[in-house]
């Protein structure tokens, strides 16, 4: 099991900039995909961006492409989320999650319990 600690996550203006840390413990993390997903109380849980923590490979969502860049901190077992030119649309909760490749998918075993961002406008 991976335990998942996420901060980084506050109130900004529109058009402003957040970082969101992941901190990851308990396993090696080679095997892992690391992601963010976020969540509003309107909206079900959207898929934001993944690494692969081995190779640093990058995936986004459609609505966060050139916005939004994941990366990873080997040494510091940490997964990044770089946020800039935020929309109000990107209030939510976001959520880091631990996945592995199963049968050709993601299965996401392990998740952190969420970190707030709201965006005024």
């Known amino acids: 099991q991976v335990q998942l600690v996420e901060s980084g996550g506050g109130l900004v203006q529109a058009g402003g900039s957040l970082r969101l840390s992941c901190v990851a413990s308990?396993?090696?993390?080679?095997?892992?995909?690391m992601s963010w997903f976020r969540q509003s109380p309107a909206k079900e849980r959207e898929f934001v961006a993944r690494?692969?923590?081995?190779?640093?490979?990058?995936t986004y969502g459609d609505s966060v492409k050139g916005r939004f860049t994941i990366a990873r901190d080997k040494a510091k077992n940490t997964v990044f989320l770089q946020m800039s030119n935020l929309h109000a649309e990107d209030t939510a909760m976001y959520y880091c999650?631990?996945?592995?490749?199963?049968?050709?998918?993601?299965?996401?075993?392990?998740w952190g319990q969420g970190t707030q961002v709201t965006v005024s406008s």
């Open positions: 690494i692969t923590w081995d190779d640093g490979l990058t």
């Open positions: 308990g396993r090696a993390l080679n095997p892992y995909v």
């Open positions: 999650a631990a996945g592995v490749l199963s049968y050709g998918r993601i299965q996401y075993v392990d």
